[in-house]
């Protein structure tokens, strides 16, 4: 049942990046449906992490309220996995970070709460991930040297680390955060 569990989870996951809403939800929901199976069987095993996976899913298709409600059940079920539950704080980061639902004071909270264990302990992609969150987040306050602090970081390591996708992405982040934001007077 474990390994049905996470074919559901990679399922929607792909499925949201493909934007095939309709089955992604499907799988989400069939997932969950095992997740709840299993734990009222006690069988609680490591599912912060499929929380974590079904929660990005549900963001990937402006589900606000689920990816919540799942990225708090993968900090809940993650006690003992401080590295899913940084990547949930991280997933709550970009939650309240959303057009939707912006909440500039709480994403710049999680991504903090995220950078503080993850430095540390070398999670590099999350690290720079949190990085592009923060030069996001810089931007629309208006902080344009904060946010080009913040890209510069997020572009270095996701270069260090071959990360090309990731590189593109914060080179186009850069490219925007800087110009457009005004020139007043920053904070950190």
């Given amino acids: 049942m474990y390994l049905e569990n996470q074919e559901y989870e ?15 939800l499907k799988r989400i929901r069939e997932c969950e449906q095992i997740l709840e199976h299993l734990a009222a069987r006690g069988i609680l095993g490591f599912f912060g992490w499929t929380y974590f996976a079904l929660g990005r899913a549900s963001l990937l298709l402006d589900r606000l309220d689920e990816a919540k409600r799942l990225a708090d059940h993968a900090v809940e079920r993650s006690p003992r996995q401080l590295g899913y539950t940084v990547h949930a704080w991280h997933l709550l980061g970009d939650i309240a970070s959303h057009r939707a639902r912006f909440d500039p004071v709480s994403a710049a909270a999680h991504y903090r709460q ?30 344009s040297r904060t946010a080009r602090d913040h890209f510069a970081r997020a572009t270095m390591m996701y270069r260090e680390m071959g990360m090309g996708p990731w590189l593109v992405e914060a080179e186009r982040e850069a490219s925007r955060g800087g110009a457009g934001a005004s020139r007043g007077a920053e904070s950190a």
């Fill in 114 to 143: 995220t950078l503080e264990v993850a430095e540390p302990r070398g999670m590099r992609p999350l690290v720079a991930h949190c990085h592009i969150g923060l030069g996001r987040l810089a931007t629309r306050a208006g902080r």
């Fill in 10 to 24: 990679n399922h929607g996951q792909v499925l949201a990046h493909l934007g095939e809403v309709d089955e992604a």
